[in-house]
């Protein structure tokens, strides 16, 4: 622990926490004694622990999200953004040490949650754009959250504070989350990824046609819990006609229409809108009896019914172009080339 104060009640909690859970080992620690307000790393700490069971990994706890020392956050419920992350990191070849990538991601993500203001909660998931260990060929490229499945949440002196599990997973398995609830598929993953343990080695967990399987009922049956999706390209307009639905244009990138597709009927066949939201504009697709189109403060409300939803589904493509969608003789969809950059804005792939 840093010695920057005397007293530092919510460190002590957290590491009251973790003696529960390793009563006879001692973690290495790698402190940030600076902090970033003086040009230090983002987090005050991570402590880091060795295990060999249920497969050799190594545990990491940060300290720096909650508030670790007095309070100063207005809600005297929550401690700072009321969770540290925890990351379980496969430990094939028994390291002294854990990997720095590992290290240098928690510090990243912290530094996104400082900058934006917006934490973390279970069920939450975040593309990295590219793999999560930097320079590595992993197909581990999306982060997911979930409680610590062996640290509970704790009522610190400045707050509660819960552990949330930073889990590694490929684009495949993202969209698996999409499809269906970010935590039902990370309890179905669990039962092949014992304690959600990230292995850079590994692939997709899809290939194996059970899980492929219980993914696939689970989305069948009770839908996708995804209620939006961004997207840096989208815009819609509208022409009044007399005595008819105004004509109605969209554009979309290409790069998301295949999300399009496979998450509306996951949606609104059950009841539940589904948006797209983009820098300057939102589209609310919604099912109803009769097809229509309407601009509700500043988004628009497409309106379709089942038959039209089957055949924009059908028509539809990730490919440049315009699309009619039979029956929705109102509605035009023009699909935009997309172009997927790398950390330092190279373009990498153009879709469509």
């Known amino acids: ?66 508030e670790l020392y ?38 990243n993500l912290a530094r996104y949650v400082f900058q934006s203001g917006h934490g973390f909660h279970a ?11 930097a320079d590595t060929q992993t197909h581990l490229q999306t982060v997911a959250f979930a409680h610590d499945p062996e640290l509970a949440p704790i009522d610190t002196p400045n707050g509660l504070l819960e552990f949330l599990q930073v889990i590694g997973l490929t684009n495949e398995e993202e969209f698996a989350l999409k499809r269906w ?40 049956h009770e839908g996708s819990s995804s209620a939006l999706i961004y997207t840096d ?5 509208q022409r009044k006609r007399l005595l008819r639905q105004p004509a109605t244009r969209i554009a979309l990138g290409a790069r998301q229409v295949g999300e399009l597709l496979a998450l509306l009927p996951l949606r609104l066949p059950f009841g539940k809108p589904f948006s797209l939201v983009g820098p300057q504009a939102r589209i609310v697709f919604e099912a109803a009896p009769r097809n229509g189109a309407q601009a509700v ?31 929705v003789e109102f509605l035009e969809v023009q699909v935009l080339r997309s172009e997927i950059r790398d950390r330092d804005g190279n373009v990498v792939q153009t879709i469509g």
């Open 297 to 327: 403060e500043g988004a628009l409300h497409l309106r379709l019914n089942e038959a039209a939803l089957r055949n924009l589904v059908a028509c539809l493509r990730a490919q440049e172009g315009c699309y009619r969608v039979e029956g």
């Open 70 to 107: 007095e309070k100063t956050s207005e809600d005297p419920a929550i401690s700072g953004f009321g969770f540290e992350l925890t990351f379980r990191i496969a430990d094939p070849e028994d390291s002294e040490q854990p990997p720095a990538w590992a290290l240098n991601f928690l510090q």
């Open 233 to 237: 390209q989208l815009d819609w307009s």
């Open 1 to 66: 622990m840093t010695a920057e104060q005397d007293s530092a009640p919510g460190w002590d909690a957290i590491d009251q926490a973790l003696s529960r859970l390793y009563t006879r080992q001692q973690p290495l620690h790698y402190g940030s004694p600076i902090g970033p307000e003086l040009g230090g790393e983002p987090l005050r700490g991570i402590s880091a622990y060795k295990r060999i069971t249920p497969v050799p990994h190594w545990h990491l706890v940060t300290y720096g999200f909650s």
């Open 123 to 133: 069920g939450h998931y975040l593309h990295a754009n590219g793999p999560i260990a």
């Open 181 to 220: 609830s970010t935590l039902k598929v990370l309890d179905v993953f669990q039962d092949y990824l014992p304690l959600w343990v990230t292995d850079l080695e590994r692939e997709s967990l899809l290939a194996d046609s059970d899980i492929a399987a219980r993914l696939a009922a689970g989305s069948a």
